[in-house]
């Protein structure tokens, strides 16, 4: 109880500082589990810990590092400038259609299960459509997460990949209980980005945008800029980047090597490095551009380590796990999946995917079982809870959504977090409607 209570004041006084704006998000990660873990009587053991966290996030770390390299080599090479001008062209400077859109790209780009992917591609390509008609980043910022937590729910996401893992449930069975609740919540992010674009286009109005205006976009800003456009290179650059996309989503399957994400961007980098920049001034200015932007990243993914580590190996996640188990009085055991979905949303929030669903989600099946309900339906409704998943401080690709947006991080998870709601309430229904899930036992 004491460790549960020790790791709920962790999360909350993060909170309370980064929302109130007490202390960035950086010092906050680090300092408030260190402080409370030595509260709590861990001592010498607070550095290990950390240093476990932080091996746990290396891989994303190189993911994201490179992953940012890669596509800032491909922004500056011009890859994206002409679905941008595609992009204009379609919405006419009109503020509801940009919102529409930009749905639809991240629920597209989605697919691949990656968020930073995602990140990357759809900030890309609508940044600069944003900024261009004077529209809000928190907008951007907001519609690309709510999109992601739908599409994460894939077979080859973190949280389905963990449930099947951890109560040996079908993954094909899983999947059709829940997609048909997926597609409605897709529905509800456009419905969202409609709500947000008739807000816009009163504000903004509908801009006339000329082959000029679209031009004028594109224009580069310094000699420098304009002698790293790689125009020629559209086509290989192209070819590369749907060589990654293919491997990345489909690697392991018919015949494909099953190469990690990580060494793929590491890869994918080196190669476009050589084959866009021959010179080494070149390749040197290209890291020292797009570097600034990928070390405040990794410096925030590594700070989320030492926050997980020592959550995670002191004992605390696992205890609030329990304790959000225990706290459920047994005469709501008839309606177990419910509690389940309700847990879920601060379960997933407050703990890493692997803390739940892979320490939390056992104990509530097991409990479930002697309720009369199926480790399948607590494997259903355990996703329910993934609308607020990606808000959580603990996923390491929302700092580079919010460092590429430029959107401080607690205004940014009051905006995301009452959309989510809707998600939540439409994946909580779809459970029942669509998942199989019965109402009572």
Known sequence: MMLAIWGYLIVVVFMLLIMTKKATPFTSLVLVPLVIGLMAGLGSKVGPFGLAGIKSVAPTVVLLLFAILYFGLMITAGLFDPLVRFILKVVKGDPLKVLVGTAILAAVVSVDGDGSTTTMIVCSAMIPVYKRLGMKMMDLAVIVILANSIMNLLPWGGPTARIIAALGVDEGALLRRILPGMFIAIVWIIAVAWIRGLQERKRLGIRELDNDDIAAMHATTSEEDEALLRPKMLWPNFILTMVLMVLLVFGGMWGLPKVPASVLFEIGFAIALLINYRKLSDQQAIINIHGANALQVVTMVLAAGIFMGILNESGMSEAI??????????????????????????????????????????????????????????????TVGQAFHLLSPLVGFIYLLLNLTGVDMGAWQRQAGKWAIGTFLIFLVSMYVFGGVALTR
């Open 321 to 382: 796990g329990t304790s959000l188990a225990n706290w459920v009085p047994s005469s709501l055991g008839g309606q177990w999946p419910l509690v389940t979905a309700i847990i879920s949303a601060p379960g997933t929030f407050l703990l890493s995917n692997d803390a739940f669903y892979l320490g939390v989600l056992p104990i509530l099946a097991k409990t479930g079982e002697q309720y009369g309900f199926s480790a399948m339906d607590i494997g259903v409704a355990s």
